[in-house]
């Protein structure tokens, strides 16, 4: 019979404690939900959060990526401004250095026609008085001379 009342016992104590821990079981699992979904509703709210912040990100990145086109373009057109001033100005320089260039050649063949001007002078003066000196010898260039000597002073006047 003791076993009986050993299983009476264990049956009165088992009951007892699911009548009063049923409570305490039911409040720890309530607690346990509220929590749960409280972490629910944050985990949401982080994630609204985050996709908030990711869609800020992917914009400024668009928009750099854009400005970054924008600068691309601009130096592009920098580049071939530059690049077509720089043309003009070697094609002026070149220019100014032909015409530089064109004209120390025209003043090289003047001192040059110039300077054969004058050796051709004295060639034709040196011939002239060679053959003068030779014409005019004797009796001949003392009669010229004398002619010449006494014309002298009319031509002084």
């Known amino acids: 019979m003791e076993v009986l009342y ?4 264990f049956l009165i104590t088992l009951a007892l404690a699911i009548w009063k821990g049923s409570k305490a ?3 720890s699992l309530d607690a346990r939900a509220a929590k749960i979904a409280q972490d629910l509703d944050e985990a949401a709210r982080l994630r609204e959060e985050a996709e908030k912040t990711l869609a800020t990100y992917q914009q400024k990145h668009r928009d750099a990526l854009r400005q970054v086109a924008a600068i691309l373009e601009q130096a592009e057109a920098e580049a071939q401004r530059l690049t077509h001033e720089a043309e003009a100005k070697t094609r002026a320089a070149l220019a ?3 015409a530089q260039a064109k004209e120390k050649i025209a003043q090289a063949e003047a001192a040059a026609i110039a300077e054969l001007r004058a050796v051709a002078t ?3 003066v040196a011939a002239a008085a060679h053959i003068l000196a030779d014409i005019n010898q004797g009796p001949k260039g003392d009669t010229l001379l004398v002619e010449e000597i006494k014309n002298l002073s009319s031509r002084l006047n």
């Open 122 to 124: 004295n060639v034709a």
């Open 96 to 98: 100014r250095r032909e």
């Open 6 to 9: 050993v299983g009476i016992a």
């Open 25 to 27: 079981f039911t409040a």
